[in-house]
């Protein structure tokens, strides 16, 4: 199998678009909006055949953990009267 440029660059253009290009629509938080595009840029990427799909797993993973969309600090908790 291997690396296959075509959808790799599909799924990182469509990551990339979501990430910077796409406002976060009202009431979703960035690093929510952040991780959709992060999982829609896996599934292209899957779907597209662009790395096995063990590989693409592990590029997911590793994306969220250096980009930080999951961490509890940058999550501010809407605050109720």
Do not use: R, Y
Not at 3 to 25: E, G, R, Y
Not at 41 to 69: E, N, Q, S, Y
Request: hydrophobic share 60%; aromatic share 6%; glycine share 10%.
């Amino acid at each position: 199998m291997g690396f296959k440029p075509i959808p790799a660059a599909v799924a990182l253009v469509l990551t990339l678009l979501i990430w910077f290009v796409i406002p976060v629509p009202q009431g979703v938080s960035p690093d929510a909006w952040h991780l959709l595009a992060l999982f829609v840029g896996i599934i292209a990427g899957i779907i597209g055949k662009a790395m096995p799909i063990g590989a693409m797993a592990i590029l997911g993973i590793t994306l969220v953990a250096l980009t930080g969309v999951t961490n509890e600090k940058a999550a501010e908790q809407p605050k109720t009267l």
